[in-house]
T-cell receptor
Framework: DADVTQTPRNRITKTGKRIMLECSQT?????MYWYRQDPGLGLQLIYY???????NKGEISDGYSVSRQAQAKFSLSLESAIPNQTALYFC?????????????FGPGTRLTVL | KQEVTQIPAALSVPEGENLVLNCSFT??????LQWFRQDPGKGLTSLLL?????REQTSGRLNASLDKSSGRSTLYIAASQPGDSATYLC???????????FGKGTLLTVNP
């Protein structure tokens, strides 16, 4: 089984709808991240969380919110989806204090907003 | 603001060739640099991580170098194989908060 899972893998929705993307991890890591990737652009950080009570905005947080329900779960919400939020969304995890700082990524969620 | 640039944007080579992918960054005050591989539908896989105090890291046919003072890193792939075909991303971390700044990637195609 994958260490970092994302649901759904694909979603098509309409403008104005509320959407939640979910991420779960079995790696036992304390840090979790949400990124979006647009064609021709690098990954951009939306939100990150260093533990359940610590949530921080990234580079492009406007229009998004997150919830860290447990150490293993980190959800991303689009309260009122708009077409320019069409993108590939990735969740990632890492572990504090291990010296390597490697981030482990989920398979991604492809979101289309019509 | 840190900017990461990867050159070339796309590269096509015959199988067996050795190749180099380039990454440059504007702010040399980095904590570490990572190279990732992205396959369609499978997310990103970390290949190599170089701490700011290191000059290179090796894993199998892959060797990544870091010249922090000049803001450059290279990923060397020896004896390329069709299975190496993927997009390769470079990312730098600016501190212990582990936020990554990514380049746009190099799309590598290795032809049999």
């Amino acid at each position: 089984d994958a260490d970092v899972t994302q649901t759904p893998r694909n979603r098509i929705t309409k403008t104005g709808k509320r959407i939640m993307l979910e991420c779960s991890q079995t790696k036992g890591h304390d840090r979790m991240y949400w990124y979006r990737q647009d064609p021709g652009l690098g990954l951009q950080l939306i939100y990150y969380s260093f533990d359940v009570k610590d949530i921080n905005k990234g580079e492009i947080s406007d229009g998004y919110s997150v919830s860290r329900q447990a150490q293993a779960k980190f959800s991303l919400s689009l309260e009122s989806a708009i077409p320019n939020q069409t993108a590939l969304y990735f969740c990632a995890t890492s572990e504090t204090g291990q010296g390597t700082d490697t981030q482990y990524f989920g398979p991604g969620t492809r979101l289309t907003v019509l | 603001k840190q900017e990461v640039t990867q050159i070339p944007a796309a590269l096509s080579v015959p199988e067996g060739e050795n190749l180099v992918l380039n990454c440059s960054f504007t702010d040399s005050a980095i904590y570490n640099l990572q190279w990732f591989r992205q396959d369609p539908g499978k997310g990103l896989t970390s290949l190599l991580l170089i701490q700011s105090s290191q000059r290179e890291q090796t894993s199998g046919r892959l060797n990544a170098s870091l010249d922090k003072s000049s803001g450059r890193s290279t990923l060397y792939i020896a004896a390329s194989q069709p299975g190496d075909s993927a997009t390769y991303l470079c990312a730098v971390s600016r501190g212990s908060n582990y936020k990554l700044t990514f380049g746009k990637g190099t799309l590598l195609t290795v032809n049999p």
